[in-house]
């Protein structure tokens, strides 16, 4: 069925590297993309969206990258830093009009200093 | 006020009481969302209300109902709680459904 997913559920990189969390989507209609920021004990923060007439859009060092072929959503961070260790969230629209956002279920990221 | 603000921070409740959670913004956002968050299912949509006067069912609706009777304020009521709507709540709002969504701080939520 159609779903928002993520491949890796953990990622741990060495501070100083980028880092790059996936997402997988599976319907082909859907058009906005965001990532999200959790940290422990807050609430998501936007970091950044894309929509599906782009491929890439970037960022303070984040990018976002989007391959509307294989349904394929990327978040590449640039010289990764230990206030960068959180879970992120990708979101999508799957229908045009006021549907809202759907959540993918998270990948942490921890930074090694 | 400066975004949105969740009340209660948290709190616990019996099972079978009534509890409402306010969000309220101040950015003039028109649309509002509910979500819950538990460990290992992410963010789920509960009601969500895309303008003042309208409101829509999310993934999870059951147990839960939402008012929108003006722009700021969004509160989410459970009738009669049950130990499954122990979760984290969080409020969010964007100024279009096809904008980013802004969140609250949550309000942890223990029902026993």
């Known amino acids: 069925g159609e779903s928002v997913g993520l491949h890796l559920p953990t990622l741990s990189v060495q501070e100083g590297d980028n880092s790059i969390i996936n997402c997988a989507y599976s319907n082909s209609a859907s058009d906005y993309f965001i990532w999200y920021k959790q940290e422990s004990g807050k609430g998501p923060q936007f970091i950044i969206d894309i929509r599906s007439n782009m491929d890439k859009r970037q960022g303070q060092r984040v990018t976002v990258l989007l391959n509307k072929t294989v349904k394929h959503l990327s978040l590449q961070i640039a010289a990764t830093q230990p206030g960068d260790s959180a879970v992120y969230f990708c979101?999508?629209?799957?229908?045009?009009?006021?549907?809202?956002?759907?959540f993918g279920k998270g990948t942490r990221l921890s930074v090694i200093a | 006020i400066a975004g949105i603000t969740q009340a209660p921070t948290s709190q616990i409740l019996a099972a079978g009481r009534r509890m409402t959670l306010r969000c309220t913004q101040d950015?003039?956002?028109?649309?509002m969302y509910w979500y819950r968050q538990d460990l290992g299912l992410g963010l789920r949509l509960i009601h969500y209300s895309n303008t003042a006067g309208t409101t829509g069912k999310g993934e999870v609706p059951d147990g839960y109902s939402v008012s929108r009777a003006n722009t700021d304020d969004f509160p989410l009521t459970l009738a009669s709680a049950v130990p499954s709507q122990t979760s984290v709540y969080f409020c969010?709002?964007?100024?279009?459904?096809?904008?980013?969504?802004?969140f609250g701080p949550g309000t942890r939520l223990t029902v026993l």
């Open positions: 969010a709002s964007s100024a279009g459904t096809k904008l980013g969504q802004f």
């Open positions: 979101a999508e629209t799957r229908n045009s009009g006021n549907t809202p956002l759907v």
């Open positions: 950015m003039r956002h028109n649309a």
